[in-house]
Structure formats: C-alpha cells, structure tokens
C-alpha cells in the first residue's frame, strides 16, 4: 500500500531563517505531488504541484520555492521566512485517480 | 466568486441526528468531487469521492451531487460526537493537468452528546 511521510512535524523559525519540509511517498511510482498550506482557520491553499522529477509549477507568487529531486520525494525551501509563512504544511499525492492523500502535515510558527 | 463555496459553521447537531453538510462550486466543467474530514490540529482525511449525479452511499454517510445545480452534500446519519471535524469539499475541475483539487473552506460540524 502507498504511504506518504513528511518532516519535520512542527519547527518554530525566527524571521529571515531558511526553511526546509521533506516529503517521500511509498509504495507507488511517478506521483503528482503536492503542497498546500492552511491558515490558522483558513481553507487549503495550493503552493506547488509536480507532475514528474525536475518539474514543478507554482500556484501562488511568494518567498517559497520547491523541488522534485527524485521521483518520490518532494522539498519545499525558503530563503528566508516571513511571518506571514506561518502556517500548517501540507504534502499530498495522487496518480492514476483523482483521489489527493495527504501526510501527516508540518506546523510552522515563525516568530 | 470563490470557485468552491461552503458554509464555515458552526453546524451543530444533537448524537443521532442526521448532519446536512453543503457545498456549491462554481466551474460546470467539475468532474470529480470529494469530501475530506480534518481533525483539529491533523491533516484531512478522506471520507468518499462522487462523480455522478445522485446519492452515493458508504456507511453512515451518504455524497449527494447535482452538477445542473452545482451543488454537493453530505450526510452523515446517526452522528457521534467522534464526528465533530471541519468538513472540507473538493473540486477537480476538468483539464487539469495536475490532477488539482480546489478546496472549499470547510464546515465545522460539532456533535453534542
């Protein structure tokens, strides 16, 4: 069966420090994959999707950025963090179907 | 126009009672739909997807979709506090090449005992 991890769980950050969220998926072969962040009491919101390695297409112009290094992992990357980044980081999957799994999900607080 | 509307709650409903959850969406080109459930603090999980007009049953809950409306529910029958959530809709509109889903706001539901 497919699995989806991600890490770290929750970070606290100071403002201008770099960031970097990890994703790996198990158990299944070029997944389009995700990231979306969600607001303390706000809806999903869609950062970045991939549909192979090296190809990323970016929903939302901001100070974040991501990479498909491999077929099966996912990394989300700032330069330096903003406030306003704060949030609950979702990484998702899907192939063949429709149907979007998420991981566990990372808690950032940057301060 | 947000693409995928949903009332935010709280919708709150006594155990046993049947809970009414909508959502309306604007794009009739929408081909797949979904509903997720979110535990405060957890990432969503799915509960069933629906992709053609009418009811859908699974369990306690039950996916209605009427696309000349634009509009989805979902029911859950003799609701449990264990199903007090936010309620998230999803929408994957057509030629999408990434397979993206749109997601609504969400509905909390909050079952009282």
């Known amino acids: 069966s497919q699995t989806i991890h991600q890490w770290p769980a929750t970070l606290v950050q100071p403002v201008g420090s770099p960031l970097s969220l990890e994703c790996t998926v198990e158990g299944t072969s070029n997944p389009n994959l995700y990231w979306y962040r969600q607001a303390a009491g706000r809806g999903l919101q869609l950062l970045f999707y991939s549909v192979g390695i090296g190809q990323i297409s970016s929903e939302v112009p901001q100070n974040l950025s991501a990479s498909r290094p491999q077929d099966r992992q996912f990394i989300l990357s700032s330069k330096k963090l903003l406030l306003s980044d704060s949030g609950f980081y979702l990484c998702?999957?899907?192939?063949?179907?429709?149907?979007?799994?998420f991981g566990e999900g990372s808690w950032l607080t940057v301060v | 126009q947000k693409e995928v509307e949903q009332n935010s709650g709280p919708l709150s409903v006594p155990e046993g009672a049947i809970a009414s959850l909508n959502c309306t969406y604007s794009?009739?080109?929408?081909?797949?739909f979904f509903w997720y459930r979110q535990y405060s603090g957890k990432s969503p999980e799915l509960i069933m997807f629906i992709y053609s007009n009418g009811d859908k049953e699974d369990g306690r809950f039950t996916a209605q979709l009427n696309k000349a409306s634009q509009y989805v529910s979902l029911l859950i029958r003799d609701s449990q506090p264990s199903d007090s959530a936010t309620y998230l809709c999803?929408?994957?509109?057509?030629?999408?090449?990434?397979?993206?889903?749109?997601f609504g706001g969400g509905t909390r539901l909050m079952v009282k005992p």
């Open positions: 998702a999957w899907t192939n063949s179907g429709n149907t979007i799994y």
């Open positions: 794009d009739r080109g929408s081909q797949s």
């Open positions: 999803a929408v994957n509109i057509g030629n999408n090449a990434g397979n993206m889903l749109t």
